[in-house]
């Protein structure tokens, strides 16, 4: 890998093909997939279904300019807008989650032309931008661990929501990897504010959204609905298109205000197709309820090793989007779990320095068998490393 820019940790770099939950590499050893790549391949690595939309597509067109999107790209907008939830709204397709997440951004600061945005200090909501910066300029963060159901009126009050134009929420467990979600209550005052002082709710559903928390949507878990809605990841299954999803309100604002954005792959006819027919498999093989059942089971497995291994401090998580936190040990840490674990065949998440904690994302369509295989591997992996 002379010529790949490290920009981040290189690990492994011969997988060759991969199928619903497995890769494999150029030795043919399979491995099990609990990431789904980052994210992304919530209906399984080379799902045959959307594979195939893919290359009906290819042979029509891949590519068209940002003047001329297509009755494809309407069907698919209206498909996004029917599983966030607004009626008759606006949506425009992108490239990268950052992206739709950015777009969100910039709508907000258009719309409302209120210099500050909120969102949660461990909040990830981009690789860059304004969104990847957070520049203390432009966004007020509020950490939200110090808030208990006692304390929130005391906490928003510092808060100057006369000068914040949005509240961008990350419904997917905080951050990169913490799995910590914030309590209702806090979300629902910061929205009745955000709302009263005119501000938009922006919602990041780029890694919470598609099924990964076991409903539709993170903001699901919270009775809010927001303004705008920012989709990535899962959408695509592993293909890059992302989308930005508005009421009409805001999208007729946004039109009226002469915003201007065009990149070259906006709406473009692959990503499209390909977010069409993910939305489609999504339903007819009702994968989020299953998602979540699988969850569910996946938890109580994962809390039954926590109640066995006194170095696991805590296991949590909603849906497929688990965590299994280490206590503070010199040998067992979420490093060397992550490092025996790949020896067996199993990728999970580890995102040093983020904090001691594996994390599990698994396509909505893994067997249960191959939960179970994890289990016995990590209790495996932990009596032995006890026993030193
Ligand atoms: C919550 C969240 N938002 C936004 C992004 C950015 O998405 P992308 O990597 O597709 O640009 C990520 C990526 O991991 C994410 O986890």
Redesign the pocket.
Known sequence: MQHILKCHEIIKTDFVRGENCFLYDTEGKQYVDFESG??CTALGHNNPRIRLAIESQLKQIIHLGTRYPNNLCEEAAKAVLDIVGIENGKCTFLS????A?EFGVQAIRRITGKPLLLTFQN?????YGSAGNKQLTEWFLLDWNSCTHTNIDNRLEKIPFEKIGGFVF?P?GSG?SFVHFPPAPLIHSIVGKIRQMGGLVLV?E???GMGRTGKWFGFQHYDIQPDIV?L??GLGNGY?I?AVAMSLEVAENLENSGFHYAQSHQNDPLGCATAKEVITVFHEGNWVEKGNELGNFFLNELRRLAQKHAAIKEARGRGMLLGLEFQPHDRITAASMYRALLEKGFLVGYYYPVGNILRFDPALTMEKENVLRLIECLDHILEEAALY
């Not at 990268?96 to 992206?99: N, T, V, Y």
């Open positions: 980052i994210w990268s989650g950052s992206e997440v909040s990830f909501l981009g690789s990350e997917g990169i990041n780029v890694t919470a920012a990535g990841k890059p992302s």
